[in-house]
């Protein structure tokens, strides 16, 4: 563990993510403090490192998450998270963070893709919440989707021939 807190600040991206998958198997209360220093380093665009760090916190998702919230969150409103705090809360979906990511879902601001995502975790974080499958909010979410893919807006209420993303209206 010595070594891997002395790699976790290193350069390079590879390394980093290497130092995380030598954390896996050892208990998260030994690694968490090298795990915060390696999602500082995350850039928002490398899939493989938020991968790599969400895989050694299953599990401890709700108890990360407000230091997720402290580092990247600055204060702002989910509509305004950077692309660190969209990743993490996307990839630890934790049920704490569902209010934020149904506010993403639906603020037609975002663009169809970083709602959809926000949709995918909303409907992972409510999983959490409610253990025993839901029937209704599950094809509450189903409807919300749909809206999303066909309409690109989740409310569904769009003008005839008019994207709700760009304004734009179709010939």
Known sequence: MPYAGKMAADTSAFVRREVAVSLRDLPYEKTKPILLGLMKNY???????????????????????????????????ASQWNKQMTGFAWRLHPAEAAADLALR???????????????????LSMIKLWPIPCLRFQKAIF?????????????????????????????
């Not at 998702?61 to 919230?69: A, G, H, K, T």
């Not at 879902?105 to 409907?123: E, G």
């Not at 021939?161 to 209206?169: F, I």
Request: glycine share 10%.
């Open 43 to 77: 850039d928002g665009e490398d899939r493989w490192y938020l991968e790599t760090l969400g895989s050694n916190l299953k599990g401890h998702e709700s108890e990360i998450y407000p230091e997720v919230i402290k580092m990247f969150g600055e204060g702002k409103p």
């Open 105 to 123: 879902a639906n603020n037609s601001s975002l663009s169809a893709v970083d709602r959809q995502a926000a949709l995918t975790a909303l409907a």
């Open 143 to 171: 409807r919300m989707y749909l809206r999303l893919l066909l309409t690109g807006c989740p409310s569904g209420k769009v003008t005839t021939g008019t994207n709700c993303l760009t304004g734009v209206r179709s010939v």
